[in-house]
């Protein structure tokens, strides 16, 4: 059987690329100052050949890794979640998604009440979830408005107390919002509803109930292409959602880091007897979401320790002709005053049971498209299906 994964460590950038002061990121370096800080214990990583795509403090550079390393560069405007995303499926954007870092100006928000038909919204600013509900969660309740906000990436966020406005309706503002609001110039990257429960001083997110609603992009991104050729392809964690949810033969959420390793894994078990070729596509979020945006570099590296200690399980798990790429999306350096995103190379791990301790060095690749190259190679789609040059062979 063939099996290509792909797991996305989200925001594990490896040192600011050469425009990162374009994005205020100059000197951000998200593995080399968590190490740097934390010193996380990483065997695995490091015997797949991490320590030698960058110096790491306690990541030595394996004399016979185990896996072929680089690190790529890239080259979209932007550097959310969304863009890296799809540069790793062979998109490219020449320019980045719409931001609001002062919030939304009224012809956004009166298109927004008109359409959904509410009497206002509170909030329209760039805040952080759990601050403005906190902030505005009362008034909420006394006058039934959603919570309009964004943040430094290119989304429209609306909150929204269960008891106040249903899981139903709050989904249908986002996908009205999506449709008719967040379109020309003003389509930004994501719609995300970001329901909420408790009471004042105890509101709690209700992250399992989280929905986005992507912008879809414009081109085919590889999973279409591979569905269309009769690849299974499987969504594990945000991945589909970064798509509009197309092009996936299964869409798997999860709600942390440990549940998606779970799902990975038990994912691999399950296609062991399953002839049929086969994409997975994960994406791991605690790195960004629950770490670098909160800038707690200790618990950045506890991530980064557990998902070490599952190393060993995905890799046995991993059919005989598979292969298994360790990339990420972009950086999000828990060390900086900033808790945004950061403009940085991203590692490279490829990996497959015939390797054997003789891992290549891929050098620096010039775009993420290589990614959705070197996928398209493996299930043999004509080499003009998507831009980029392959990093391995087969």
Known sequence: MSVFLTI???????GAQPDADEYGDAGSNTLAHVCAEQEPHLPHLTALGLGRIAPLAGVPAAERPQAHVGRMREVSAGKDSTTGHWELAGLQ???????????????????????????????????SG????????????????????????????????????????????????????CVGP???GRVIARPFVGSPGNYERISSERRDFARRPEDTPLHEHLQAAGVHTVSIGKIADLFAR????????????????????????????????????????????AYGHRNDPAGFATALEAFDAAL????????????????????????????????????LLAYHHRIEGNGADLGLRASFNDHAATVARYFDLPADAVPGTPFLPV
Request: net charge negative; with cysteine.
């Open 8 to 14: 996305v460590l989200d925001g594990v950038g490896i």
């Open 246 to 289: 197309e092009g996936f033969d299964e869409m798997l959420k999860t709600t942390s880091n440990a549940h998606g390793i779970e799902v990975i894994t038990n994912c691999l078990h399950a296609y062991a007897a399953d002839p049929a070729p086969t994409f997975l596509w994960a994406n791991l979020i605690d790195f960004d979401q």
């Open 186 to 188: 003003h389509a930004v």
């Open 312 to 347: 060993p399980d995905i890799i046995r798990a991993l059919p005989e002709s598979g292969v298994l790429v360790i990339t990420a999306d972009h950086g999000n350096d828990p060390t900086t005053g900033s808790t945004d995103h950061s403009r940085e190379f991203v590692p």
């Open 93 to 127: 954007l020449d320019a980045p998604f719409p931001t609001y870092p002062e919030g939304f100006p009224p012809a956004v928000i009166d298109a927004f009440t008109d359409a959904t038909g509410c009497d206002g919204v509170l909030g329209n600013k760039a805040a």
């Open 130 to 181: 759990t601050v403005i509900i906190e902030e505005l969660g009362p008034e909420h309740a006394a006058t039934g408005q959603p919570i309009v906000y964004t943040s430094a990436d290119s989304v429209f966020q609306i909150a929204a107390h269960k008891d106040v406005i249903p899981l139903d309706r709050l989904y249908e503002l986002c996908r009205i919002a999506r449709r008719e609001v």
